[in-house]
Each structure stands twice: as C-alpha cells, then as structure tokens.
C-alpha cells in the first residue's frame, strides 16, 4: 500500500543567529474553570465561552506551527516537511523525496528555497533536507510515550498541493508493525504508529502531527485503505510516525548522514514470496543472524517467535514487532520438504 499522506505541523520558534535561544512556548488553555459567584453564567453562554476558547486554542497552535511546516517538491510531486533545527535541515518521509531529483522547499510565507538530501532511512520512511543559507523556524517536539487515546491531534501540511491546510481529530489509537507495502523498492513495516482521525491525504505526508500546545507529536504517513471502496482512502483513518522515533531518526540522519542504531530487528537474508506458503530464503548475508542460526538458500520462512510469516511483507510486519537481541523460534521448511525450527538470535538492521 503506498502512502497517501498526512499532514500536520507543530513546532515551535526559535531564533536564526548566532546564539539565539528557542523562543519560548505558551501552554494554551482551552477553558479555565469557572470560579464559584453568587450568580452563576446560564448554561449556553458556558459552553458558547468553552467552544470559543477551543477555537482560540486552535488558532494559536495554525500560528505557531504553520512557519515550520514546508511543502517539499521535485520532478514527481509534492509533500510536507518540518524543520528539525535552525541549521535549516527538515525531517520528511522517505517516500517524499525517493525520487532523487532535484528538491524545492517552499515555505508558508510562499519563499522557496533549493535543498539538498542528508540522508534517508527508508525503513522507517524517514528522511531530512537540508535548506542553506536561510532561517528557518524549528518545531518543539513533544514526547510521544505521554500521548493518550483521546488526546487533541492537529495536522498542518499541505494535501493534494493546497498549502497550510489544517484538519483536526484525535489520537485513536497506537498500532505497531503498520505495513505500508513497496515503498519504493523496499518492503517496509513501521515498528509504531499513531492511529489519528484527522484527515490524511496525498501531499500531507511528512508534515506535522500536533497537540494542543503546538508541539510535534509524529510525522502523517499513511491513510488506510478501505477494498468497500475501491481501495481509496478510509475515513479517518490516519497513521503518524511517533515524534520519539522521528526524533531519534533525523538526529542520528543529522549527525552522521545516515542510521548508526536503527532499534530494529535484522534476519540478514534476502528472499521472495512463495504463493503465501512462506518466505523463501533466495540469499543468506555471510556472519547475519540468519547464517549462524543455519538458514541456507532454498528454505523456506513459515513462521518467527510464533506468528506466520506467509509473505515477505508478513516477515517484514512481525519482524518490526521484535527487538534487536532477543532469541525467537523460526520455523523453516527444508528443500527436501522437512521441517525444523531453529533459534535465532535477532540482529540489529543497519541503516
């Protein structure tokens, strides 16, 4: 399934020179509780001033946020990005910038700039640009392990080419292992996933994902399908890269131009489908997990840590479940049509 796109954007100021601090961000409040009177407000004028504050709240995350959320675009389309940090480099998907050609980042106030790829990590659809010679406003990023189903879920970005646009929702839920199918040659499952009602769509991907004091919660990256609808797009159904992991990511992209510690769990084989039977093991990568657990060409993957693995996009989405060192039970089927399983102790994949 290839990405539709999300869009979203928190972010907070900071300064462009040399020193400059990050300005500093206002804790909205949606509503105060009222104070006890003698003559207390009629119900209606209560939830009139709730919903007025709500609003106000909302109009103060679009402008905080918006100068942080840029449209990126090359040769085969458009999608969204976040600036990272005042060095100018943004954070965006992988599948938004896959193409290699030539980039333009146009800011919210219209001004488009040349940028330049630091690096990708197509497993977790991430990459960052870099923006030289100007000054960008970075986002705050809040921590996403404090998220709660329910909270407030803003997206900034800019869908189907119509820039800033903002959607609103909730956080519905967390997912782990969302397949996302081929993106661009690789078959890629997603480790951990913000589930969002807010509205998804294509050129929202890579933008921003937002609570209610404006800062970055995760990165919109896919829209679920719906096959009662010909494959489109589900309603409400979003998902978003965790802002911990994108954090995690674009620094490490920064730093050294690519992943140093991608946390994921790594077989070291390269291998086909065999018509949902399991994953057949076209190469073994000498010294990986899988050779010194004894995989050899011809085997065949049903299964691993007890879940089947009838496809290479199923290994891929149990294999994001699992965790770098731990020993798992994998169940292989022999040329010679025998089965075994063998205990193979997870690598950590290399970025």
């Known amino acids: 399934m290839l990405p539709l796109v999300a869009t979203l954007a928190a972010a907070v100021v900071a300064g462009c020179g040399s020193g400059s601090k990050p300005a500093p961000t206002a804790t909205v409040t949606v509503a105060e509780a009222a104070k006890p009177t003698a003559t207390a407000a009629p119900p209606k004028a209560s939830a009139a001033n709730a919903a007025v504050a709500f609003q106000q709240?909302?109009?103060?995350v679009v402008t905080r946020l918006s100068p942080s959320v840029v449209q990126i675009s090359d040769s085969q389309g458009l999608g969204s990005g976040v600036v990272f940090d005042a060095e100018g480099d943004i954070v965006t998907n992988y599948h938004v910038v896959a193409s290699g050609g030539s980039l333009t980042v146009t800011t919210a106030k219209g001004k488009r700039?040349?940028?330049?790829l630091v690096g990708e990590f197509p497993s977790d659809d991430l990459a960052v640009v870099r923006v030289s010679?100007?000054?960008l406003r970075p986002a705050a990023f809040a921590d996403s392990s404090k998220l709660q189903v329910g909270d407030l879920a803003v997206a900034i970005g800019n869908p189907l080419g119509l820039q800033s646009s903002v959607t609103e929702g909730i956080v519905s839920a967390f997912r782990q292992g969302v397949p996302e199918g081929n993106n661009n040659g690789h078959i890629v499952a997603l480790p951990s996933?913000?589930?969002t009602s807010a509205a998804i769509n294509p050129g929202n991907s890579g933008?921003?994902?937002a609570d209610i004091q404006g800062r970055v919660i995760g990165i919109p990256t896919l829209a679920a399908t719906d096959p009662q609808l010909g494959g489109s797009a589900a309603p409400g159904i979003g998902f978003a890269i965790p802002s911990n992991l994108v954090k995690d990511i674009a620094a490490q992209i920064?730093?050294?131009g690519h992943v140093v510690d991608s946390h994921r769990a790594y077989l070291g084989i390269q291998g086909g489908d065999t018509n949902g039977q399991g994953v057949y093991v076209g190469t073994v990568q000498s010294g990986s997990p899988a050779a010194k657990a004894g995989l050899q060409q011809g085997d065949v993957i049903a299964s691993i840590a007890g879940q089947p693995t009838p496809t290479l996009d199923a290994l891929t989405t149990v294999l994001a479940k699992l965790k770098p060192g731990k020993t798992v039970p994998v169940a292989i089927l022999l040329q010679n049509g025998t089965k075994k399983t063998v205990r193979l102790t997870l690598g950590t994949y290399p970025g």
């Open 57 to 60: 709240a909302l109009i103060g």
């Open 113 to 116: 700039y040349p940028a330049t």
């Open 133 to 135: 010679g100007t000054c």
């Open 193 to 195: 996933m913000i589930q």
């Open 207 to 209: 933008g921003a994902l």
């Open 254 to 256: 920064v730093a050294h």
